[in-house]
């Protein structure tokens, strides 16, 4: 099976740049996709095909992907932005997360 | 505005089936282009997909579930239902129905429901 890797954690001071990591073999042969979970909330959809961003979504997102990381990159990290961060690809018939990341701003 | 709801009951019985029903306004789902799917996330823990539908009947399910799970369409009632079988604890879960974008290997999911939480216990 494939599996997608990510830092359990990431922290940041408020106006820093952060970036979340999501580590598979030749993953940038794949697209990728990111979801924000904040506490006691539904995931929602911040990144799509690997540096789309769904309508809604602030330009302090934006996304990468090659080689064998994607990378959520949030510039200018407001307090709001503390959640889990998920990746997300396809594999032979399936869909495969990746286990999460808890972005602190502190 | 699209949105979706997650119905079912919030606690079962160990070995026994957990239903859900995710119903659909916003959108038909007999016309819609894209799929719709199932995904849990256990308390404390990530998410794991289970399992999208097409309004033809197409189904892709996670191999690891795949023996226990049946998802199934009413489109009459614009509403897509999980079945999943012999449940265990290892089963309890926050489950969340989502609309599927699904073209090729490119794929994401978008909107979400709110999620039902469903226990497994005696």
């Known amino acids: 099976s494939y599996d997608l890797t990510q830092p359990p954690s990431v922290s940041v001071s408020p106006g820093q740049t952060a970036s979340i990591t999501c580590s598979g073999d030749?993953?940038?042969?794949?697209?990728a996709c990111w979801y924000q979970q904040k506490s006691g909330q539904s995931p929602v959809l911040v990144m799509y095909?690997?540096?789309q961003r769904p309508s809604g979504i602030p330009e302090r997102f934006s996304g990468s992907n090659s080689g064998n990381t994607a990378t959520l990159t949030i510039s200018g990290t407001q307090a709001i932005d503390e959640a889990d961060y998920y990746c997300q690809t396809w594999d032979s018939g399936s869909v495969v997360f990746g286990g999460g990341t808890k972005l602190s701003v502190l | 505005q699209l949105q979706l709801q997650e119905s079912g009951p919030g606690l079962v019985k160990p070995s026994e089936t957990l239903s859900l029903t995710c119903t659909v306004s916003g959108d038909s789902i007999s016309t819609s282009s894209f799929y719709w799917g199932w995904i849990r996330q256990p308390p404390g823990k990530g998410l794991e997909w289970i399992g999208s539908i097409f309004h033809s009947g197409t189904t892709y399910y996670n191999p690891s579930l795949k023996s226990r799970v049946t998802i199934s369409v009413d489109t009459s009632k614009n509403h897509f239902s999980l079945q999943l079988i012999s449940v265990t604890a290892a089963d309890t879960a926050v489950y969340y129905c989502?609309?599927?974008?699904?073209?090729?290997?490119?794929?994401?999911?978008?909107?979400w429901g709110q999620g039902t939480l469903v226990t497994v216990s005696s």
């Open positions: 030749k993953l940038g042969n794949r697209y």
């Open positions: 989502a609309r599927h974008h699904f073209i090729r290997d490119l794929n994401w999911f978008d909107p």
């Open positions: 095909r690997d540096s």
